[in-house]
Each structure stands twice: as C-alpha cells, then as structure tokens.
C-alpha cells in the first residue's frame, strides 16, 4: 500500500504540500482574531528599549551584558566543591555569631 510520501518521493516539498490536516479548500474553523491577531503593543518598555538602543555603543555592550549572563557561573562548573566550601563557610559564620553572643550575654553578666 502506498503512501502519499512514497508517491511524491521525488519531490519532498510536493509530499509535504499534500498530507495536509485540512483540505485547502474548506474554511478554518478557528476565530478571525486567531488567524490574523493585532500587532503586539509598543509598551513604555519596547519605546525606552528602542531609544536606548539608538545610543552609539549600545548594541554592542547588549552584545557583551548577554555574553556575560550566558556564562557558566562558579557553582555551575564545581557544584560539589560549591557545596562543601559553602557548608564550612556557613558553618564559620554559625560558630562565629554564637559565640559572639555568648561572650556578650558574659559580659552583661559579670
């Protein structure tokens, strides 16, 4: 049994063109605002975007804020040595501010 696809394999574009999920000629039966919507509003936003883009230079360091987002971060390189160095550092501040308190609740004391 054939196929659409293995009548039109000479010409892939024409096998596409056919198997269609509607045939051309009937009516879409989705709403007119959903075949053809609005333009997209220009917010405050898209306007100061837009002039600030106009400024010499400001492509290029977009170009270069970008870069620097997209880069892989410290804790995404060495996640587990992240984690190690983070549990002693939170566990130095802990330490840290007990006995810090403790020293004072001393001194209020004697």
């Known amino acids: 049994m054939s196929t659409v696809h ?22 879409s039966l989705l709403p007119d605002w959903m075949r053809d ?5 220009v917010t405050l936003g898209d306007r100061v975007a837009a002039g600030l883009l106009r400024l010499p ?14 880069r892989r971060r410290l804790y995404e390189r060495f996640p587990n040595t992240f984690k190690i160095v983070a549990f002693f550092a939170s566990w130095a501040i802990a330490l840290t501010l007990v006995l810090t308190a403790w020293g004072l609740f ?5």
Not at 6 to 27: E, H, L, T, Y
Not at 106 to 110: H, K, P, R, S
Request: positive net charge; glycine residues 8%; aromatic residues 6%.
């Open 6 to 27: 293995d009548r039109n394999a000479s010409d892939p574009g024409q096998a596409r063109r056919s198997a269609r999920a509607r045939p051309p000629g009937q009516p």
């Open 37 to 41: 919507p609005p333009p997209p509003r």
């Open 57 to 70: 230079g400001a492509p290029r360091a977009r170009r270069t804020w970008w870069a620097w987002q997209d």
């Open 106 to 110: 001393a001194l209020a004391m004697g």
